[in-house]
């Protein structure tokens, strides 16, 4: 009941609207609907709003909170490199306007309930102290990896792809061949690490 809760609360925000301050900036791109309005532009006034930023360029302001455009940029990197895809893949995934759009509703969503959490007092229980601890070890071990023994990784020949999926078809009964090449591929190079 709990999760479905917070779920809730973030739809009633969205829903009821994310109100941006039209009145204070000129827009240059915007997406909207009935419920609320994610604006990209160019802030004319220096206010003094907390937060992630508060003059420049930004892309979406929340309460008083701004999120600017370099501050989009950034987050959309880190997802992209955090992404399982080859880098041809993540390229084309970083070019489309369509993922960027999607990122962004979902960092707005990620936004209302992080700051519901916080406001619950999550922040301060141990749980989630020692969970941070974790995945800050883990990301530093993997951007570590990444660096230091992804580049001297030798990439899998499409023979040897070709040669995993005819001894395994059965597994691979009604998956996409595409899917099931990269599956190959990403296990084939798991195995060299």
């Given amino acids: 009941m ?3 809760y917070y779920f809730l609360f973030a739809m009633f925000f969205i829903l009821t609207g994310v109100f941006i301050d039209r009145y204070v900036v000129t827009t240059k791109t915007a997406i909207a609907n009935d419920s609320f309005v994610i604006a990209q532009a160019t802030n004319q ?15 979406v302001k929340i309460d008083s909170t701004v999120i600017t455009l370099d ?15 080859d880098p041809k893949q993540k390229e084309q995934y970083e070019k489309s306007e369509a993922n960027k759009k999607k990122f962004l509703t979902n960092l707005i969503n990620e936004y209302l309930i992080y700051k519901r959490a916080i406001a619950e007092g999550y922040d301060k229980k ?38 995993i999926y005819n001894q395994n078809k059965k597994l691979f009964a009604g998956v996409d061949i595409d899917v099931a090449r990269q599956q190959i591929r990403m296990q084939l190079l798991q195995r060299q690490y």
């Avoid at 501050?71 to 895809?85: G, I, K, N, Q």
């Avoid at 749980?127 to 951007?143: E, G, M, N, P």
């Fill in 126 to 163: 141990p749980f989630v102290k020692d969970l941070l601890k974790a995945v800050t070890r883990r990301a530093i071990i993997q951007v570590y990896l990444n660096d230091k023994i992804e580049p001297k990784l030798r990439e899998p020949s499409d023979q040897e792809i070709e040669a």
């Fill in 2 to 4: 709990k999760k479905w």
């Fill in 71 to 85: 501050e989009f940029e950034r987050e959309f990197s880190v997802h992209v490199y955090s992404l399982p895809a």
């Fill in 45 to 59: 006034t220096k206010s003094k709003t907390r937060g992630r930023g508060s003059t420049g360029t930004w892309v």
